[in-house]
């Protein structure tokens, strides 16, 4: 390993940036490797990425990979599962993986398979959909909705009036946004309970900021922080439909394109 903050780093442009489920991860890795585009595939577990020590390129020396890490997410955004990169004269792929990069490595040309073993693990994933009115918990193992329940609680809309009358609404308001998150963490216990000590990961999904109060509500949140996931699955009404599709949000990935700048 080498701690690399090089001061005359290469430049690279983020052309794009997009989600991909396994079927287009699929098809990106197999057309890099028809067309040969890759000279190195760079594997970054989250602890090297925290601590930014990457691994030795075959050229001994990790300045490209610092540079284009610190050009994807910037110095104080690192992706938490770690990163997978294709690395090209011109063109690099970065990929962050839906779940964590378990090894460092760097292997010659387009290798997949670092990449493919993590989109093919047999993971229990505990899920938590949650806006103001409503939540869903369930329980994915191996992709398969396994447990869950839903359910809902009436939160008043914001009150724009003043004095002694707007008070009174937001303590209101406080107490039903309250009343639905012990709901939404009694469920959570249960519906948890049903695999217990099973879950790999638990994932939330909904508003960010009502998703950090609710967090900081539930004590069931603070026992499972350590296999918690700071990612927000999308997800607009939860309910038991939601429940049912929310495995393709589980498992995507995020993908960078960069151009390098000559």
Not at 35 to 51: F, L
Not at 206 to 223: S, Y
Request: with cysteine.
């Amino acid at each position: 390993m080498y701690d690399s903050t090089p001061s005359a780093s290469p430049a690279f442009e983020v052309t794009r940036r997009y989600p991909a489920g396994r079927r287009k991860i699929l098809a990106l890795l197999d057309d890099a490797s028809y067309t040969e585009s890759y000279d190195q595939t760079v594997c970054i577990t989250p602890e090297s990425v925290a601590n930014v020590r990457f691994p030795l390129t075959a050229d001994g020396d990790s300045v490209v990979v610092g540079a284009v890490l610190n050009r994807v997410m910037g110095r104080a955004d690192r992706p938490e599962t770690g990163i997978v990169l294709f690395i090209g004269d011109d063109h690099t792929l970065a990929v962050i993986p839906p779940f964590p990069v378990e090894a460092d490595r760097v292997l010659q040309g387009t290798n997949g398979t670092p990449l493919l073993s993590i989109l093919d693990r047999q993971l229990v994933i505990g899920v938590i959909l949650l806006r103001l009115g409503r939540y869903a918990v369930g329980v994915l193992d191996n992709n398969k909705l396994v447990a869950s329940k839903t359910g809902s609680r009436y939160v008043k809309n914001r009150h724009r009036a003043g004095g002694s009358s707007q008070h009174r609404f937001e303590r209101s308001r406080e107490r039903l946004v309250r009343e639905l998150f012990d709901a939404g963490c009694k469920v959570a216990g249960d519906v948890f309970g049903q695999v217990e000590g099973r879950l790999d990961y638990l994932l939330t999904g909904g508003e960010r900021h009502t998703l950090d109060a609710f967090i900081k509500r539930c004590d069931l949140m603070q026992r499972h922080s350590t296999i918690t996931l700071a990612r927000t699955l999308e997800v607009a009404r939860p309910g038991q439909a939601a429940l049912e599709r929310i495995h393709n949000e589980v498992w995507k990935s995020r993908v960078i394109e960069l151009e390098r700048v000559r």
